[in-house]
């Protein structure tokens, strides 16, 4: 049904002359890529106004239009659905009689949306289509609340879990003029407020917390399993005092308040240490928190347990106990990187062997292993850290992060010299780590004699067992994905409460793991191209990005939708 009723709108987009065939073609292609509504990006795009939007959806559905400026909505009518439901899925309520609730949407498309309105508000559902635009300002309008509301919203939605703050040094010394200040963050409710939004975060599984100032209110977000999620925020109010409680538990200058700080606390909560890195940062509605969450609890350092295909985890597995060389863990921020490399590390542990890592900052704390912070701004840097790392008589080195052609010149020497070298390069697949190499300036004898195994990754979200459905799989499908005919179904996301109603619920691996066999280093001695390196790994057996998730959708674990998002597809 919702497949038909795309079809219809498409057919107006055309037929009405809003948008050429190709301009539609190119929208839909995008649409695929990003997984983002078509009519979000239509108007991202600039091929369709707003107005002109509602005009298609109302002719394509059938369903009238509806200028939320020039009518009056009831307060009692609108409280029926509350404001956090309001924003996630841009609806208000508009009128009532009876049994049946009239609600205008922006995307009356969303059935999932409907279908939860119906369960929530108990009514019977006549859907009415608004603009963007208008529909922002009607819920600003009709859901503007006193601070007080708004601060007992939030502390009514989280539970606070009681934590301790541990290994909080002596703030600095501060000016008479934030005497006052520190007055006001070290007393309730900002304590309380703050406390909350951690321990939230740490009940959700957050590996992210986003604290953004906005012009008339504050923003609060959490990433869980990789994606951005809002949640209800404390009051606009409290901006200065939440981000100055923060900047205190960080050891931070509460009365800076133009230039970036970086810092990072430990909380105790339940008996179990949690690790907080910070970083703030001036915009023009005020200062900008992020806290990467590091929460040992929810980590599984077992390289078994990653999420890895048996072919590529046998070829980790078997190289990383090579006595010398360099592995390589490429792909983008939050790809899950670091957590291989100690999962690596843990697998090779041994009381025989010298262990020593330099990071920015030390993530988790491994038993045995000599971990080191780097300080560049007092020029301790990765370079300066693995010189210092050779005088130390050490079997197996890891850095953090290769940033620049001094420490990877360093490392490959590292390598040629008798040790084991871990570290991570930031490439999108494990053929662009070469290339990337020697656009750096390094020779490629120099890759090809020390360089064992380079391993691309991602994270990809799994698939909630609670909800998940079934669906046949079509020839457009098979053709695209090169699915063969033994396979008949896939999973798509469906939502329930017990995923957050997304569909989805953790995340695993995925890999593609280029050995660097005799036949790829001559490929790299000639100084090929990524595509000619990536091609003749494939020959001998390597498994790609996007192979490696559809194997993975295709045994119910993660969706189509989830793959395309996160890798390209193979030439």
Do not use: W
Request: hydrophobic share 40%.
């Amino acid at each position: 049904m919702v497949q038909s009723v795309i079809e219809k709108m498409l057919e107006v987009l055309t037929r009405s002359n809003f948008l050429t065939k190709e301009q539609l073609d190119e929208a839909i292609e995008t649409q695929h890529k990003t997984g983002r509504r078509l009519s979000e990006v239509l108007t991202t795009m600039g091929y369709i106004s707003q107005k002109d939007l509602v005009i298609v959806f109302s002719q394509s559905l059938r369903i009238p239009p509806i200028n939320l400026a020039k009518i009056k909505i009831d307060p009692e009518v609108a409280k029926i659905v509350s404001r956090l439901t309001a924003e996630k899925y841009q609806v208000i309520p508009v009128s009532r009689i009876g049994k049946v609730l009239t609600i205008a949407m922006v995307d009356p498309l969303n059935i999932l949306a409907i279908d939860e309105l119906k369960v929530l508000t108990n009514y019977e559902l006549k859907v009415v289509v608004a603009g963007e635009a208008e529909m922002k300002a009607a819920i600003d309008n009709y859901y503007s609340v006193s601070t007080n509301e708004q601060l007992r919203g939030f502390i009514d939605n989280v539970k606070d879990m009681g934590l301790e703050i541990i290994e909080e040094k002596e703030a600095p010394e501060v000016s008479v003029n934030t005497q006052q200040l520190l007055r006001d963050i070290e007393g309730a409710p900002v304590v309380k407020v703050t406390n909350m939004i951690l321990t939230d975060a740490i009940k959700k599984q957050a590996s992210d917390i986003l604290i953004e100032p906005q012009e008339k209110k504050l923003r609060l977000r959490y990433r869980l399993d990789g994606i951005l999620q809002e949640f209800p925020p404390p009051p606009k109010s409290m901006q200065e005092a939440i981000v100055s409680r923060i900047k205190v538990m960080s050891v931070l200058n509460i009365a800076e308040h133009r230039l970036p700080q970086d810092g990072r606390f430990k909380i105790k909560i339940h008996d179990r240490e949690v690790d907080f890195r910070v970083s703030i940062m001036p915009t023009s509605h005020g200062e900008k928190v992020a806290l990467r969450v590091l929460d040992k609890a929810v980590v599984v350092l077992d390289i078994d347990k990653m999420g890895f295909e048996a072919e590529p985890l046998k070829n980790i597995k078997e190289i990383s106990l090579e006595p010398h060389g360099m592995i390589l863990v490429c792909g983008p921020t939050g790809s899950g990187k670091s957590t291989t490399l100690y999962s690596i590390l843990k697998y090779v542990d041994d009381p025989e062997k010298n262990i020593c890592t330099a990071e920015d900052p030390v993530e988790y704390q491994l038993a045995g292993v000599n971990q080191v912070n780097v300080h560049p701004e007092v020029g301790f840097t990765f370079a300066l850290a693995l010189r210092s790392f050779l005088r130390q008589d050490p079997d197996v080195i890891m850095v953090g992060e290769i940033r620049d052609v001094e420490t990877l010149d360093i490392g490959i020497k590292a390598a040629l010299t008798g040790h084991l070298v871990l570290s991570t390069l930031h490439t999108t697949e494990a053929a662009g780590a070469v290339t990337r190499m020697v656009n750096m300036g390094i020779e490629p004898f120099l890759i090809t004699s020390s360089c064992l195994l380079i391993c691309a990754q991602r994270l990809i979200r799994k698939l909630c067992p609670f909800c998940k459905n079934a669906y046949a799989i079509t020839a457009e499908i098979r053709e695209k994905f090169r699915i063969t005919g033994e396979f008949k179904e896939l999973y798509r996301a469906k939502g329930c409460p017990k995923c957050e109603n997304t569909g989805y619920r953790g995340r695993i691996g995925l890999c593609e793991v280029l050995v660097l066999t005799p036949a790829v280093r001559d490929l790299i001695m000639q100084r090929a191209q990524e595509n000619e390196l990536k091609a003749l790994a494939r020959k001998e057996g390597m498994s790609t990005l996007r192979e490696n998730g559809v194997t993975k959708a295709l045994k119910g674990i993660t969706t189509l939708e989830e793959i395309t998002r996160l890798t390209v597809a193979d030439s």
